[in-house]
């Protein structure tokens, strides 16, 4: 199956389809070192260059987030969980979304289990593109938190310090 997919690099975006086969997006970008981009658009953030190729390869590692469609899983496997606002920081780009506990677990537990692209539900993903702030609205953005700046629970009090990912374990 062929899932429209957005890749956020640190100075470009890269549109296109990736190839995901019978799993789900979040699984497939667990288990990839490469993503496949076929019918790729890649847009610079700053000069707003913009280059369309057949296909492109960029390896996981260097997405800073990526977001895409395709099946949830499945309806047999699913847990019960609780969507948890949280915000990330990761290079140019800020992401607010909810990541998904097991009804007591913490954010932190399941942002480590996670692996290295976190996948946020109901997420929005803001940064400059061309000097204008574009605010895109997605159901799922995966954040890679390797490479966050950080990251935090929504409900942290305005002004108030933004905590590291050992932070979060802390105080959850």
């Known amino acids: 199956m062929d899932i429209d997919f957005t890749g956020y690099g640190v100075d470009f975006i890269v549109a296109g389809r990736v190839e995901l086969g019978r799993g789900r997006l979040t699984d ?35 997405l800073l987030a990526a977001a895409g469609s395709g099946p ?17 920081c990761v290079g140019p780009y800020q992401v607010l979304g909810r990541v998904h506990t097991h009804r007591d677990g913490s954010i932190a537990a399941r942002v480590l289990e996670a692996g290295p692209l976190v996948p946020l539900t109901d997420a929005t993903i803001a940064y400059v593109i061309g000097g204008v702030l574009e605010v895109r609205d997605a159901p799922l953005v995966h954040v890679n938190r390797e490479l966050a700046t950080w990251l935090r629970p929504a409900a942290a009090p305005a002004g108030g310090r933004a905590a590291t990912l050992g932070r979060i374990a802390g105080a959850l």
């Open 28 to 62: 497939a970008l667990a288990a990839w070192d490469e993503i496949v981009i076929h019918d790729a658009v890649l847009e610079g953030l700053h000069d707003l260059a913009r280059v369309t190729v057949p296909e492109y390869v960029v390896p996981r590692d260097e």
């Open 72 to 88: 949830r899983g499945e309806l047999a496997l699913r847990v019960p969980t609780t969507g948890r606002r949280m915000q990330a």
